[in-house]
């Protein structure tokens, strides 16, 4: 493996770890920033009047309630100076900015993204929770079961709707020629309706009708049992836990 890097490499590197989805509520940006529990932070990105609303959906919220913070007007409150500082406003728990130039968005996206973190680092003031990254985590493991010579990365794909995903891991035969398994992990309830939409979509794409699509789910996050049934229509849902059992079946496949 080589350590030469360069700009192309380090400009693609971290291209790599943005994402885009389209929802009802406009776009969904997966940004190349981390909350400290080891989830991406993800923003919104909805048209408006004046230009656009870029908001983290009150996702930081969201941690801070999962993790038994009680969300009130008053922590509001305290936490407006320091999300101001971004440019950023706190409206019903969710950070927002205003963008009017579409030129502006990336900058936004980036400071929205900031002021979620803050709101977010909460957290780290009751615990020390140590950095986990649930998706590396996961292609680890693909890694080390299957071997890095059968495994891509953030492979881009081509869905029957038209719609391109970047598979986190795909799995390929013991030559190399055409996948045999699609991974991709479920870090929380967030990634549900994301996930079974790129499976139903692949699941419909007569080049991959013959792919395994594997959701590897986190299992100290708890999953409900209509979600369970609801990646099972598209899908394989299997515990960390259990994946490298899995992942094995695939190491003689031909």
Not at 50 to 75: Q, W
Not at 186 to 198: C, G, L, T, V
Request: charged content about 25%.
């Amino acid at each position: 493996m080589s350590n030469t890097i360069g700009d192309r490499i380090l400009h693609e590197s971290i291209c790599r770890l943005t994402r885009v989805f389209k929802t009802e509520q406009g776009y969904e940006v997966e940004l190349p920033q981390v909350y400290h529990t080891g989830h991406a932070v993800m923003v919104v990105v909805s048209p408006s009047q004046n230009g656009f609303i870029v908001h983290d959906n009150s996702y930081a919220a969201m941690l801070l309630s999962s993790r038994g913070v009680r969300i009130t007007p008053k922590l509001a409150e305290s936490l407006a100076p320091q999300v101001s500082a971004y440019g950023c406003e706190i409206e019903d728990f969710r950070v927002k900015r205003a963008c009017v130039d579409a030129d502006q968005l990336g900058f936004v996206m980036s400071t929205v993204g900031c002021a979620s973190r803050l709101v977010a680092d909460l957290l780290l003031k009751s615990e020390l929770a140590p950095m986990r990254d649930f998706k590396s985590s996961v292609i680890s493991q693909v890694l080390d079961t299957v071997g890095p010579a059968r495994v891509r990365t953030n492979e881009e794909v081509n869905g029957h709707l038209g719609s391109r995903y970047r598979v986190s891991a795909v799995v390929l035969d013991i030559q190399q020629a055409y996948p045999i398994a699609f991974i991709e992990p479920i870090a929380d309830r967030e990634a549900i309706a994301r996930r079974f939409k790129q499976f139903y979509d692949l699941a419909r794409t007569t080049e991959f009708e013959s792919v395994q699509r594997v959701a590897v789910y986190d299992d100290t996050q708890p999953i409900s049992s209509g979600d369970a049934l609801l990646m099972g229509e598209v899908g394989n849902l299997v515990r960390f836990r259990d994946a490298a059992v899995r992942f094995r079946e695939w190491s003689t496949i031909q």
